[in-house]
Protein backbone atom coordinates (compact mmCIF):
# COMPACT_ATOMS: atom_id res chain seq x y z
CA UNK A 1 0.00 0.00 0.00
CA UNK A 2 0.79 3.89 -0.71
CA UNK A 3 1.99 5.69 2.19
CA UNK A 4 0.72 9.38 2.93
CA UNK A 5 4.59 10.40 3.43
CA UNK A 6 7.90 10.56 1.30
CA UNK A 7 11.13 11.45 3.19
CA UNK A 8 12.76 14.20 1.65
CA UNK A 9 16.49 15.65 1.94
CA UNK A 10 16.03 17.43 5.14
CA UNK A 11 12.74 15.44 6.60
CA UNK A 12 8.97 14.23 5.83
CA UNK A 13 6.66 15.71 3.45
CA UNK A 14 2.87 14.51 4.88
CA UNK A 15 -0.16 14.58 3.22
CA UNK A 16 -3.18 15.30 5.77
CA UNK A 17 -6.78 14.51 5.38
CA UNK A 18 -8.06 16.91 8.17
CA UNK A 19 -11.34 16.16 9.74
CA UNK A 20 -11.79 19.44 11.98
CA UNK A 21 -14.21 19.77 15.07
CA UNK A 22 -13.88 15.67 15.01
CA UNK A 23 -14.56 15.02 18.59
CA UNK A 24 -10.93 13.78 19.63
CA UNK A 25 -7.13 14.52 18.88
CA UNK A 26 -6.11 11.64 17.22
CA UNK A 27 -4.15 10.36 13.79
CA UNK A 28 -7.63 7.70 12.19
CA UNK A 29 -5.07 6.03 9.85
CA UNK A 30 -4.57 5.69 6.21
CA UNK A 31 -6.93 6.87 3.86
CA UNK A 32 -6.49 5.02 0.11
CA UNK A 33 -8.60 7.71 -2.48
CA UNK A 34 -9.41 6.48 -6.16
CA UNK A 35 -6.93 8.21 -7.90
CA UNK A 36 -4.54 5.77 -6.09
CA UNK A 37 -3.40 8.64 -3.71
CA UNK A 38 -3.37 8.41 -0.48
CA UNK A 39 -3.85 10.75 2.85
CA UNK A 40 -3.18 10.51 6.63
CA UNK A 41 -6.52 11.20 8.09
CA UNK A 42 -6.38 13.53 11.25
CA UNK A 43 -9.20 14.64 13.36
CA UNK A 44 -9.10 17.13 15.64
CA UNK A 45 -11.52 18.75 18.53
CA UNK A 46 -10.69 22.24 16.93
CA UNK A 47 -13.03 24.63 14.62
CA UNK A 48 -11.41 25.53 11.20
CA UNK A 49 -11.66 28.81 12.32
CA UNK A 50 -8.47 31.14 12.24
CA UNK A 51 -6.06 28.51 11.54
CA UNK A 52 -6.72 26.72 15.04
CA UNK A 53 -7.84 23.42 13.66
CA UNK A 54 -4.29 23.69 11.71
CA UNK A 55 -2.34 24.34 15.01
CA UNK A 56 -4.23 21.13 16.50
CA UNK A 57 -2.96 19.18 13.78
CA UNK A 58 0.11 20.23 14.24
CA UNK A 59 -0.40 19.31 17.55
CA UNK A 60 -1.27 15.59 16.77
CA UNK A 61 1.51 15.15 14.74
CA UNK A 62 4.10 16.66 17.03
CA UNK A 63 2.87 14.36 19.74
CA UNK A 64 2.85 11.11 17.25
CA UNK A 65 6.42 12.09 16.16
CA UNK A 66 7.99 12.97 19.23
CA UNK A 67 9.52 16.57 17.80
CA UNK A 68 9.19 19.98 18.38
CA UNK A 69 6.26 21.83 17.06
CA UNK A 70 9.02 24.14 15.23
CA UNK A 71 9.79 21.38 13.38
CA UNK A 72 6.46 20.82 11.76
CA UNK A 73 5.46 23.69 8.97
CA UNK A 74 2.27 23.49 7.11
CA UNK A 75 3.65 24.11 3.24
CA UNK A 76 0.12 23.87 1.53
CA UNK A 77 -4.12 23.26 1.88
CA UNK A 78 -4.30 26.10 4.72
CA UNK A 79 -7.84 26.39 4.37
CA UNK A 80 -8.37 22.85 2.44
CA UNK A 81 -9.41 19.60 3.83
CA UNK A 82 -6.45 17.87 2.31
CA UNK A 83 -3.15 19.25 3.59
CA UNK A 84 1.02 18.86 3.11
CA UNK A 85 2.70 19.23 6.16
CA UNK A 86 7.08 19.39 6.40
CA UNK A 87 8.41 17.67 9.11
CA UNK A 88 11.88 18.59 9.62
CA UNK A 89 14.74 15.86 11.13
CA UNK A 90 15.73 12.46 10.34
CA UNK A 91 13.59 11.51 7.63
CA UNK A 92 13.62 7.76 7.87
CA UNK A 93 13.49 7.96 11.72
CA UNK A 94 10.16 9.85 11.29
CA UNK A 95 8.47 7.70 8.92
CA UNK A 96 9.02 4.73 11.17
CA UNK A 97 7.74 6.75 13.83
CA UNK A 98 4.26 7.87 11.76
CA UNK A 99 3.78 4.42 10.47
CA UNK A 100 3.57 3.07 14.17
CA UNK A 101 1.08 5.74 14.99
CA UNK A 102 -0.83 5.40 11.64
CA UNK A 103 -1.32 1.61 11.78
CA UNK A 104 0.03 1.28 8.49
Request: charged residues 25%; positive net charge; proline residues 4%.
Amino acid sequence: MARPWRVVADGLEVRVRATPRGGRDAIDGVEARADGSCLLKVRVRAAPTDGAANAAIRDVLRQALGCPAGAIALAAGASARSKLFRIAGDGEALAARLAAAAGA
